[in-house]
């Protein structure tokens, strides 16, 4: 996944738990169903697991790419 400054993934559903490896800095802001939203500051070399179903819209905040590489678990 790679997203330039002010660049959105659109919405979308994850039906797999995943794991995000970012590859770069920056920051990208999460918007769920909901109305919440969470910002993340990206890391490189760092790693998380998400667990599915997840709605979401991801826009890229910052002033960079950034770029992570997605792996969905499949059952």
Do not use: C
Not at 32 to 42: A, C, L, N, R
């Amino acid at each position: 996944m790679g997203l330039k400054p002010g660049e959105q993934t659109g919405w979308h559903l994850h039906e797999m738990d995943y794991m995000p490896i970012q590859l770069s800095q920056g920051k990208l802001m999460f918007e769920f169903p909901d109305g919440s939203t969470k910002e993340i500051d990206y890391v490189p070399r760092t790693a998380s697991i998400i667990k599915a179903p997840l709605e979401h819209n991801a826009i890229n905040t910052s002033d960079k790419d950034v770029i992570a590489l997605e792996i969905e678990f499949k059952n």
